[in-house]
């Protein structure tokens, strides 16, 4: 059984307290992202997070594989670049609180393996994204880092 480094269980606690985004799902988003801490995107990016539109978000151009009419293509993608793992997560967290494509999963709280399900298609384009999220939740006990979730 995996676990996380202790800097991102402290960011994904920090995140939870302050944005209510369960830290179990942040720390498995962790965990498939950026390979439990090993590929930050040379720039605390531990979640394959891109550019914000309309914004200046400082970033790097990098290639991504993305999910596009059912088939795997590779294309360059600006992803944002962070002073701080605690920034990244918090970021993070601040994203799925407060973006309204990620409404209906906030619905389903405090549910947090139909949190993760309802993350698929929206966060990520592979259609096994919650699946996967869930399997790393249960594989690693992620659910021992969450708080109460409201």
Request: with cysteine; proline share 7%; charged share 20%.
């Amino acid at each position: 059984m995996t676990q996380p480094a202790p800097y991102a269980i402290a960011a994904a606690k920090a995140a939870q307290a302050k944005w209510h985004i369960p830290a179990s799902v942040s720390l498995a988003q962790w965990a498939l992202e950026s390979g439990w801490g090993k590929k930050d995107l040379g720039c605390f990016n531990y979640f394959g997070m891109k550019c914000r539109a309309g914004k200046n978000d400082p970033f790097v151009l990098l290639p991504t594989r993305e999910i596009i009419g059912g088939k795997g293509v590779i294309v360059q993608a600006k992803f944002r670049k962070f002073a701080s793992a605690e920034d990244a997560f918090d970021a993070h967290a601040e994203l799925l609180a407060a973006a309204p494509v990620y409404a209906p999963a906030r619905a389903v709280l405090p549910d947090i393996s139909a949190f993760a399900n309802a993350l698929t298609g929206r966060y990520a384009t592979d259609p096994n994204y919650g699946k996967l999220l869930n399997s790393i939740i249960r594989g690693s006990n992620l659910t021992q880092y969450d708080s109460h979730v409201p």
